[in-house]
């Protein structure tokens, strides 16, 4: 169960380094003005949500269920847990609305200004904070 617990922390910190990240190139390419750093964000964003996000929430959250569900009997009287796995479920919402924004800049229909997403970028911080402090405080 350590392994499976070591690899879950692997795939929540790469997680967040992608959720902390494409926010952050959609306030630059939402300031881009020149087609060739237009056309290199769209790249990026694309790689990253493919290719490092979307494969860390996948193995994140089956490795969770994975523990969960082997320890099911423990946890399902820790209600720190089930605010924890609801705080998930939003982070995974966000995930899948970066991928809609994405999809946005794809098709150059953006409209938001660089100020909304430096602004969204600080959602999965709070998420964060949250989820580390129920896991390691277990407050009720």
């Not at 959250?61 to 423990?74: I, K, S, Y």
Request: hydrophobic share 55%; proline share 3%.
């Amino acid at each position: 169960m350590l392994w499976i617990k070591a690899f879950h922390i692997i795939s929540v910190i790469t997680w967040f380094a992608a959720l902390f990240y494409l926010p952050r190139l959609f306030v630059y390419h939402a300031m881009s003005q020149d087609k060739i750093s237009i056309e290199r964000f769209k790249v990026m964003e694309r790689k990253l949500y493919r290719g490092i996000m979307t494969p860390s929430m996948i193995l994140t959250v089956v490795l969770g269920v994975w523990m969960a569900v082997n320890t099911w009997e423990f946890y399902q009287t820790q209600y720190w847990l089930h605010v924890k796995l609801a705080l998930v479920a939003l982070l995974i919402v966000y995930h899948f609305y970066c991928g809609r924004l994405l999809q946005t800049f794809k098709q150059d229909n953006n409209t938001r200004s660089d100020v909304f997403y430096r602004w969204f970028n600080e959602f999965p911080v709070l998420i964060l904070v949250a989820v580390v402090i129920l896991a390691i405080v277990r407050p009720f």
